[in-house]
């Protein structure tokens, strides 16, 4: 990754031009690339820190937005069907397991993507 000296932009490595002012980057050195294992380990242990790790800020806002969100919204599914409909608190909890569970391996697959397109682009 480049940084930009005038506004301080993160570049890939064979941007010429910052995305963002314009400036010219061709005398700029380059960053180092990110490393697999790295970005799996950050994956399994703590998910969600892996996108911090690759500079994709964005998206690890966004898994951490997601996980209160999810909760909140299963505890109102559970409340409203458990009143109308005849299901189970076990029920409910079980989907949430599910749905977090797959969660959890999409961002596992998600920094495997992230991780070899960044690093093909900087190569």
Do not use: W
């Amino acid at each position: 990754m480049i940084r930009c000296p005038k506004c301080d932009f993160e570049n890939y490595d064979k941007t010429e031009y910052c995305v963002n002012c314009g400036k010219n980057l061709t005398n700029i050195e380059q960053t180092h690339t990110f490393k697999l294992s790295i970005s799996l380990i950050l994956a399994i242990i703590l998910p969600g820190i892996s996108y911090f790790y690759l500079k994709q800020t964005y998206k690890g806002l966004m898994f951490f937005a997601l996980f209160p969100l999810l909760l909140i919204n299963f505890a109102f599914i559970g409340g409203e069907y458990t009143i109308c409909y005849p299901i189970s608190v076990k029920m409910i909890i079980s989907l949430l397991k599910i749905v977090l569970v797959m969660l959890y391996l999409f961002q596992i697959y998600d920094i495997i993507k992230i991780t070899k397109k960044v690093n093909t682009f900087l190569d």
